[in-house]
C-alpha cells in the first residue's frame, strides 16, 4: 500500500489542506508533506495521530474499498425487505442496460 497516496486520498476526501490535518494531528506541515510524497514513512503511533484528525480508525485506514459504496446508500438498502431489495436491484440492472 502506498501510505502517503492513501493519507492524501483520506485529506482530500475529508476537504481538509495539509496545514489543517497537521495541526489536527499534531505534527509540522512539512513532515506531513514528506509523509505524503513518501520521504518519510510514519511510525505507528504518528500513523494513530494522523487516523484521528481524519476520524477513521487505523483499519479503516489500510482497507481499500475497491467498490466505494455511499453509506448513506447502505444504510437506506439495509431497511428495505427481502422483496423491495430484489426490486431495487431489478430497476438498476434495469438502468445499466440502458447505458
Known amino acids: 500500500m502506498d501510505i502517503g497516496k492513501r493519507i ?23 513532515y506531513l508533506r514528506d509523509l505524503e510524497m513518501n520521504k518519510k514513512n510514519p511510525t505507528v503511533e504518528m500513523l494513530s495521530y494522523i487516523c484521528f ?4 480508525s487505523v483499519q479503516d485506514f489500510f482497507s481499500e474499498q475497491r467498490n466505494k459504496v455511499n453509506p448513506y446508500l447502505l444504510s437506506a ?15 438498476i440492472c434495469a438502468v445499466k442496460k440502458t447505458d
Open 53 to 56: 484528525a481524519l476520524d477513521i
Open 77 to 91: 438498502i439495509q431497511l428495505l425487505d427481502d422483496e423491495e431489495q430484489i426490486k431495487l436491484s431489478e430497476f
Open 8 to 30: 492524501v486520498e483520506l485529506r482530500e476526501r475529508k476537504n481538509m489542506s495539509t496545514n489543517k490535518l497537521a495541526n489536527l494531528a499534531g505534527i509540522s506541515q512539512s
